[in-house]
């Protein structure tokens, strides 16, 4: 079993920072690709930032400058450092990994649960 689990999201005034965790369990032999999209009300999931298994990094247009993705492959953890947050940064965000499992070796695509982010004052 392999599981990600999200966490980091809150409440926070615009200008505001925000780090969110993204952690992963279970049977993994590996984390390949992680990314992080999010979605607002009424709107698509978007790509926010991802970070490969070399730790390659790429950002959307519209967070460029703004956030930064990390991983710490020791904790089977990746980041996303949330500085100078705009109201329309509100969204629900996810975190998804392809995860090579301990056991088969295989590889899968695995969504979290979300946590939300609000920027509000």
């Known amino acids: 079993q392999v599981q990600l689990v999200e966490s980091g999201g809150g409440l926070v005034q615009p200008g505001g920072s925000l780090r969110l965790s993204c952690a992963a369990s279970g049977n993994i032999f590996r984390l390949n690709d992680v990314g992080w999209y999010r979605q607002a009300p009424g709107k698509q999931r978007e790509l926010v930032a991802i970070v490969t298994v070399g730790g390659n990094t790429n950002y959307a247009d519209f967070v460029k400058g703004r956030f930064t993705i990390s991983r710490d492959d020791a904790k089977n953890t990746v980041y996303l450092q949330m500085n100078g947050l705009k109201p329309e940064d509100t969204a629900v965000y996810y975190c998804?990994?392809?995860?090579?499992?301990?056991?088969?070796?295989?590889?899968?695509?695995?969504w979290g649960q979300g946590t939300q982010v609000t920027v509000s004052s």
């Open positions: 998804n990994a392809n995860i090579v499992r301990l056991y088969t070796r295989t590889s899968g695509n695995y």
